[in-house]
């Protein structure tokens, strides 16, 4: 596994839960808003895996988060994830579900307890937000992850210069009945593309009329 960064603890990233958190290099999206530059860009050393796997102490933590990056390039992550699973830790995959082949052999092998899948765009839009244009592959993910047993969340980074009231309108018809939708505020720090660097995020209000405007899509809507 290309692990980067290790966070041992944390409250926010596994939902009502205590986790570790572990960053894997490299990410085959280019979103210009993406404020974990050298993680994508593969820029950091590589820390062994074996020294994440002594840190791990089920007596402490609940889980452990896998994110990135994107961690479905490794291809030992499923090793990688039945090797903390030996431990008795829950494991939450964040992911930008361009891989469902791999994605479909994690849940089917039971190896994950919450996917949380960004979703970048609207279909018309998803190639020029994320550089990526394999719509078919982030379709096939939505779908696995909405029809498996898996506890679930889809998420957006709301970008005031890309996702306006249309976008998200348009963007929300991907994953339309999905149980939970997570609107998060763009950070602007350490951007992938100096552009954004330069721009405001929404404000807490702006955000909450987005919520007002899809809550009836889906059963729960948050704002962080």
């Known amino acids: 596994?290309?692990?980067?960064?290790?966070?041992?603890?944390?409250?926010?990233?596994?939902?009502?839960?205590?986790?570790?958190?572990?960053?894997?290099?490299?990410?085959?999206?280019?979103?210009?808003?993406?404020?974990?530059?050298?993680?994508?860009?593969?820029?950091?050393?590589?820390?062994?895996?074996?020294?994440?796997?002594?840190?791990?102490?089920?007596?402490?933590?609940?889980g452990v988060v896998i994110t990135g990056g994107e961690p479905t390039l490794q291809n030992d992550l499923d090793l990688f994830i039945k090797k903390i699973k030996e431990k008795g830790l829950k494991i939450k995959l964040d992911t930008n579900g361009s891989n469902p082949e791999m994605l479909k052999e994690l849940i089917n092998n039971k190896l994950l307890d919450y996917i949380a899948m960004d979703i970048k765009g609207s279909v018309d839009n998803y190639k020029k937000i994320s550089g990526y244009d394999n719509i078919k592959n982030i379709k096939e993910s939505i779908s696995l992850i909405k029809n498996s047993k898996i506890d679930y969340m889809f998420r957006t980074t709301l970008v005031p210069s890309i996702h306006d009231k249309k976008e998200l309108l348009n963007l929300v018809k991907l994953i339309k009945g999905a149980k939970t939708f997570q609107l998060q505020r763009f950070d602007s720090d350490n951007t992938l593309n100096v552009k954004f660097s330069k721009q405001k995020s929404y404000s807490e209000e702006e955000l909450l009329k987005f919520k007002d405007l899809i809550k009836n899509e889906f059963i729960t809507v948050n704002v962080v």
């Open 1 to 62: 596994m290309k692990i980067v960064s290790f966070l041992p603890s944390s409250f926010i990233d596994y939902p009502g839960k205590l986790a570790s958190v572990i960053f894997t290099s490299g990410c085959n999206f280019r979103c210009g808003f993406c404020h974990n530059k050298e993680i994508v860009e593969n820029k950091l050393p590589l820390i062994p895996e074996e020294e994440i796997l002594e840190k791990l102490n089920p007596k402490w933590i609940y």
